[in-house]
Each structure stands twice: as structure tokens, then as C-alpha cells.
């Protein structure tokens, strides 16, 4: 299972573009740039229990769209699949060689 950190980071780079301005600045501030609610909460001119229930609602929001398109999911389950085609291929390196360029950029295609 991941970190909530690392879920939250993933989750926006799949859902981001689907909040609201103020959430994607919120999120930001709190998981990429590591602001402290009150840092938050300063900056914006509210309170910190504002801050924290708009990053909450936000947090919500991804994970709702998760549950129902599931894009974290697949994305994980690719990259599972994709290590383990390598690892089979791990006795023949001359296949390896060929097929991985294929593999990393279906991986890279999220």
C-alpha cells in the first residue's frame, strides 16, 4: 500500500486538472511544496481549519474519481504486469533488450 503522501501525489497527477483552481493550489502548496496547514492558512488570508477541510474535500474529490475510473489502479496494475514481463525476460537478454523500449513507453504512455 502506499504512503498517503505518495497516493495523494499520484492521485493529482491523474485527477488534478479536474479540481478547482483554489484545490489545485491548496494541494499543491501541502503535498509538492511540504507547507504546514498554518503556512497554508497564512498565505491564503483563511483560517487552518479552513485550509485542512478544503484539502480534505479535495483529497475526497480524487478519491471518489478514483473509485469510479479507477486510473491510479490500472496505471499500477501496468506497471506490475510490465515488471514482471521483465523479469521473464530476465534469461534472455537479447529479447530483453528488444522488448523493454516497448514496455517503458506503453508505461509511459499515463
Same mark, same amino acid.
Given at each position: 500500500?502506499?504512503?498517503?503522501?505518495?497516493?495523494?501525489?499520484?492521485?493529482?497527477?491523474?485527477?488534478?486538472?479536474?479540481?478547482?483552481?483554489?484545490?489545485?493550489?491548496?494541494?499543491?502548496?501541502?503535498?509538492? $511544496? &511540504?507547507?504546514?496547514?498554518?503556512?497554508?492558512?497564512? =498565505?491564503?488570508?483563511?483560517? !487552518? *481549519?479552513?485550509?485542512? #477541510?478544503? /484539502?480534505?474535500?479535495?483529497?475526497?474529490?480524487? $478519491? &471518489?474519481?478514483?473509485?469510479?475510473?479507477?486510473?491510479? =489502479?490500472?496505471?499500477?496494475? !501496468? *506497471?506490475?504486469?510490465? #515488471?514482471? /514481463?521483465?523479469?521473464?525476460?530476465?534469461?534472455?537478454?537479447?529479447?530483453?533488450?528488444?522488448?523493454?523500449?516497448?514496455?517503458?513507453?506503453?508505461?509511459?504512455?499515463?
Amino acid at each position: 500500500m502506499l504512503d498517503q503522501t505518495t497516493e495523494m501525489n499520484l492521485l493529482y497527477d491523474f485527477y488534478g486538472s479536474l479540481l478547482t483552481e483554489k484545490q489545485r493550489a491548496l494541494l499543491e502548496m501541502y503535498y509538492a $511544496l &511540504d507547507w504546514s496547514l498554518g503556512e497554508i492558512a497564512e =498565505h491564503q488570508g483563511v483560517s !487552518r *481549519q479552513a485550509v485542512f #477541510e478544503a /484539502i480534505k474535500r479535495a483529497q475526497a474529490t480524487m $478519491l &471518489d474519481l478514483e473509485n469510479k475510473l479507477g486510473l491510479l =489502479h490500472k496505471h499500477t496494475e !501496468r *506497471q506490475q504486469i510490465a #515488471e514482471e /514481463i521483465l523479469r521473464r525476460l530476465d534469461d534472455e537478454p537479447e529479447a530483453r533488450s528488444r522488448i523493454e523500449p516497448l514496455i517503458k513507453k506503453m508505461v509511459d504512455l499515463d
